[in-house]
């Protein structure tokens, strides 16, 4: 009978009385929803009131209207405060997720197709939103965030939430299966190299490799594919920058966190509604050239920006990092070639290989595994060339047990010592089990002339000696 019912395209009696409530229900949850907007207004973008205030203030205030509502259970009465405050002050119905530390990845696929990722497997969830202006609703809200914008005119946009998670939107008639919305969580807890071997993504030995590598000032490719953890790896490797340098990060959107003092932040701008002010990486990275950086960090290269990052690697800012797409070292190598070319000047291909080699020192592919793991599997040093070819040369490789039951592997050093010369020439020791010499990391310390004063906002200076930077107190 039930489904004779449905192919005739009718509803039971208790069907349609349920649809009617959750009708019910989604109106005086939107006028609800409507009213406190309008009555706290700019209460809601307070900066001096904490989170937890907020919320208290929006829990209370959607208790006492829900108060006066009759008929309400005291399930769906509680289930809709919590509803409203995360429309009010949240993400809407994906603000438990957003919150929880097990899930990294949320995939809205339209109102009612919500997917999260946890440890590595995806796996679908009970969340829906109202209808596709509810979903629409929370896209925009968080684009307005920072400073960005998505409708019919623009319908992909790339943003970031406030924690630096990673926010892509995608509208009709772009998408054609309704709002299309993913975030890529970060760890609130920011990792390092140990917490990396810790959660076996590298060895010890690797760990101790590339921290060499980064106080030796080695220019540094982090590849891998999408989902990997090149900027997770990429805030890893930042952890071993000395904290006396001056850092600069240049992102789409930003995303990296360095624990560092002396750190300037900078996100490219896209066009506004008029077509006009886009402000692309490629700009960003010729302007830091002329803001006397120890050390640059694109977040990600992928078009003609890749120029300019060789050329600053090539003209004494020792120690840049960077990250790109790419399944190999060698395939790595070979999209830098194809994304010098899209800046649109026509270099041979023999000088852009050579000024590759002699800018980038490592490349540090990373991959994810089919069980969710993300394990560094070849850690390569960009040689020479010989001939048209750019030498490469493994000093980490992964090798798989055939032993194991599982038939996993482990990140191995290949025996093969590291030419480059950065690691004398900076005084920092090879790990022992690479080379039993020193280079002598005492050095005769220079005279030092009195420092060169730059002032900043908010009353300190940092003072520039030969090979550092110092933060001065201003008075």
């Not at 409203?84 to 899930?103: F, K």
């Not at 078009?303 to 790109?324: K, P, R, V, Y």
């Not at 797409?325 to 790595?332: E, I, L, Q, S, V």
């Not at 490592?362 to 969710?372: A, T, Y």
Request: aromatic share 2%.
């Amino acid at each position: 009978m039930e489904l004779r019912e449905r192919l005739a395209g009718t509803q039971t009696p208790a069907a349609a009385s349920d649809s009617a409530q959750s009708d019910s229900l989604v109106e005086l949850k939107d006028r609800i929803h409507m009213a406190i907007i309008s009555e706290l207004g700019p209460r809601l973008y307070n900066e001096s009131l904490s989170q937890g205030t907020l919320r208290e203030v929006v829990l209370a205030d959607v208790r006492q209207r829900l108060a006066q509502e009759r008929g309400l259970a005291t399930a769906d009465r509680e289930r809709l405060t919590q509803e409203i405050a995360n429309d009010t002050l949240g993400h809407g119905p994906i603000e438990p997720l957003l919150q929880d530390d097990t899930v990294t990845e949320v995939m809205v696929n339209g109102p009612s197709d919500v997917w999260v990722e946890r440890s590595g497997r995806i796996e679908k969830t009970g969340v829906r939103f109202t209808d596709e202006h509810h979903l629409r609703r929370i896209i925009n809200k968080i684009v307005a965030q920072v400073g960005r914008r998505v409708d019919e005119s623009s319908p992909m946009v790339d943003a970031r939430l406030p924690d630096g998670s990673r926010v892509n939107a995608v509208l009709p008639p772009l998408s054609l299966s309704g709002p299309l919305l993913t975030i890529r969580k970060f760890s609130k807890r920011r990792l390092d190299l140990g917490d990396l071997v810790a959660i076996n993504s590298l060895t010890v030995a690797a760990r101790e490799f590339l921290e060499a590598a980064i106080r030796a000032e080695l220019n540094i490719l982090i590849a891998g594919g999408t989902g990997s953890g090149k900027t997770t790896l990429l805030n890893a490797l930042s952890t071993a920058i000395p904290g006396d340098q001056r850092i600069v990060t240049i992102e789409d959107a930003a995303e990296l966190r360095l624990n560092q003092d002396h750190v300037l932040r900078l996100e490219s701008r896209p066009k506004n509604m008029e077509g006009q002010g886009e402000i692309p990486i490629r700009e960003l990275v010729r302007n830091s050239l002329r803001m006397r950086p120890d050390r640059i960090i694109v977040g990600e290269v992928r078009g003609a920006e890749t120029l300019d990052m060789l050329q600053a690697m090539n003209t004494g800012h020792d120690g840049s990092l960077s990250t790109c797409h790419a399944n190999t070292p060698r395939d790595a190598v070979a999209r830098i070639e194809s994304m010098v070319l899209m800046a649109g000047i026509d270099f041979p291909i023999r000088a852009i290989r050579q000024q590759l080699s002699r800018a980038l020192d490592l490349i540090v592919q990373i991959e994810r595994f089919n069980d969710g793991s993300r394990k560094i599997t070849t850690i390569t040093e960009v040689q020479r060339m010989e001939g048209d070819t750019v030498t490469l040369q493994d000093i980490f490789e992964y090798r798989l047990d055939k032993e194991s039951a599982d038939g996993r592997g482990q990140l191995v050093y290949s025996g093969l010592r590291p030419t480059c010369g950065k690691f004398e020439r900076n005084g920092v020791r090879l790990p022992s089990y690479m080379d039993q010499h020193s280079f002598g990391a005492e050095r005769m310390a220079p005279a030092q002339p009195a420092p060169v004063e730059h002032p900043t906002a908010g009353g300190s200076a940092y003072a520039i000696r030969p090979g550092r930077v110092e933060r001065r107190a201003v008075r």
